[in-house]
């Protein structure tokens, strides 16, 4: 993916995602954590702790090659999305709490998301040597990541009407100019997708699978009520494979189509697990409000 169009449209396409992220995001959303603890806590350890701990074992037993496992890390290591928030709301879940931890998981992975990166590539690509998301990526990523965000915050704060009106374009200019990108980057890949689907597709449903039930379970088994546990689920169990796209195979950071096979992948399992999950736990929570 060393094409001009692939270096200067990816950049470009994450801050303007970012950017409508914060346009739809205020003070008060950080502050809403406050307001649960617990189910915001045990999201957080979930996501930054737990399912990358899971992940790893998980390449290492199914053996995936090198570029994959860590693809798959980053993956793991990627917060949760807007598509989160949107499966939270059609379920039931509790989406105040998901604005606030999808805001609050995009900030600290800005620190973890490299930590995590670099230490399985040490791990899986024998030899290689540090790469990827060194302290000048880290730079980079916080000024595509973060600094949109912030004034997208600060252009709402200000101006909320036009924030308010500038948020629909944006979100679609968005997903225009990452749909180009990223087809042109599956075109140059597509001889080699099914294989790459084979090679990471069980991997990739198991994951997910467990990344949903962990998100619901463990908020359950701690006595977070049931729309925040939806909440905390979707959360973790739909990771940002737009994030860790874009970082797998932009020059300026991992530069390699190979490492976004996963998150790719993800993509599309993702839509179809969720789906049935939110389904699951609505049935569940219908059975217990109906009286016998």
Not at 134 to 140: G, T
Not at 141 to 163: D, K, N, S
Not at 210 to 233: C, D, F, N
């Amino acid at each position: 993916m060393d094409s001009s169009w692939t270096a200067v449209g990816l950049p470009i396409a994450l801050g303007i995602i970012m950017l409508g992220l914060g346009l739809g995001l205020t003070v008060a959303d950080f502050r809403r954590v406050v307001g649960y603890p617990r189910a915001a806590l045990i999201a957080l350890g979930c996501q930054a702790l737990l399912l990358p701990a899971f992940c790893f074992g998980l390449v290492v037993a199914l053996d995936l090659p090198p570029a994959l496992a860590v693809g798959m890390m980053l993956l793991a290591a990627s917060p949760g999305g807007t598509t989160a928030n949107l499966y939270s709301h059609l379920f039931g879940g509790h989406v105040a709490l998901n604005v606030t931890l999808t805001a609050v998981n995009s900030v600290l992975a800005v620190v973890t998301l490299p930590v995590i990166v670099n230490l399985s590539a040490a791990y899986f690509l024998d030899g290689a040597g540090p790469i990827g998301l060194q302290f000048d990526k880290v730079v980079q990523v916080f000024a595509i990541v973060l600094v949109p965000v912030a004034g997208g915050m600060a252009l709402r704060a200000r101006f909320p009407g036009f924030a308010d009106r500038l948020a629909r374009p944006v979100k679609i200019l968005s997903v225009v100019v990452l749909v180009a990108v990223i087809a042109g980057a599956v075109l140059k890949e597509r001889e080699n997708l099914a294989d790459y689907f084979v090679a990471v597709g069980i991997a990739v449903l198991i994951f997910n699978v467990v990344s949903l039930a962990i998100g619901y379970g463990a908020p359950r088994l701690a006595g977070v009520g049931r729309r925040e546990s939806i909440a905390v689920g979707m959360e973790i169990g739909i990771h940002n494979s737009t994030l860790a796209i874009t970082i797998a195979i932009s020059p300026t950071l991992l530069n390699s189509t190979e490492m976004a096979i996963p998150a790719a992948v993800y993509g599309l399992v993702m839509f179809f697990t969720a789906t049935a999950f939110g389904y699951l736990v609505t049935r569940r929570r219908n059975r217990a409000t109906i009286p016998v």
